[in-house]
């Protein structure tokens, strides 16, 4: 079956401006987690969704970082104003339930920011 | 806070031969998870240990966990080519969020 798709696979943008990246999960997954990957921090939790909720926030790194997700699907990662630092892959991943499931993870989104 | 250290950080191998890529983690869990990565590419789930003693094996792949001693294993049995990757070590405390390590990155050379 389909598995965790994000879009888009590459975005540059500018210093200031916002980003939206997209993650859809394997259907029927009820949770959903965001992680960044770059060279100088590997690989960071970001964000933890339980259906449509988000228990733990506490992986964002600043309140530039917002992130929803609407009828227990799609979920979008928000960067406001970005700067240089953000650069980083951005990976979403989705499992079955929370706990000790699988967490099975999409291609991710390479940012670039100039 | 959490630590999970991974050694080596890079391992250069023949193929045909045998290895061993350590997990440490510095507080306890009973989830742990290994991934691979190919170059430019995402995570793919290898395996998932649960509980102290957990082995599991998928070709020349063999992971274990040690809860107790807090470290993991995983064996590489008659390297191939094919197994050159980066390989991620991961433990979970908190029911959802992956603690990484810096991966191993493993190249096999002929």
């Known amino acids: 079956g389909a598995g965790v798709s994000q879009s888009p696979s590459n975005k540059v943008t500018e210093k200031g401006k916002d980003v939206e990246l997209r993650c859809d999960p394997i259907?029927?997954?009820?949770?959903l987690y965001w992680y960044r990957q770059s060279l100088g921090q590997g690989l960071e939790f970001l964000i933890y969704?339980?259906?449509?909720?988000?228990?733990?926030k506490s992986g964002l790194p600043s309140d530039r970082f917002s992130a929803e997700r609407t009828g227990g699907s799609v979920s979008t990662l928000t960067i406001q104003r970005t700067q240089q630092e953000d650069s980083a892959v951005y990976l979403c991943?989705?499992?079955?339930?929370?706990?000790?499931?699988?967490?099975?993870f999409g291609p991710g989104t390479r940012l670039l920011v100039l | 806070e959490l630590k999970v250290e991974q050694n080596p950080l890079f391992l250069s191998m023949q193929e045909g031969k045998n290895y061993t890529i350590y997990c440490n983690y510095s507080?306890?869990?009973?989830?742990l998870y290994w991934y691979r990565q190919d170059p430019g590419k995402s995570l793919e789930s290898l395996f998932v240990?649960?509980?102290?003693?957990a082995v599991k094996q998928e070709g020349r792949l063999m992971a274990s966990l040690d809860t107790k001693a807090r470290l993991s294993t995983l064996h590489i049995t008659a390297a191939v080519h094919d197994l050159s990757a980066t390989y991620f070590c991961?433990?979970?405390?908190?029911?959802?969020?992956?603690?990484f390590g810096k991966g191993t990155s493993l190249l096999v050379t002929p």
């Open positions: 969704f339980q259906g449509n909720s988000a228990p733990d």
């Open positions: 240990l649960l509980s102290n003693g």
């Open positions: 991961a433990v979970d405390i908190r029911g959802y969020a992956l603690n």
């Open positions: 991943a989705s499992s079955l339930f929370s706990g000790k499931e699988t967490q099975y």
């Open positions: 507080t306890t869990s009973d989830r």
């Open positions: 259907s029927g997954h009820t949770a």
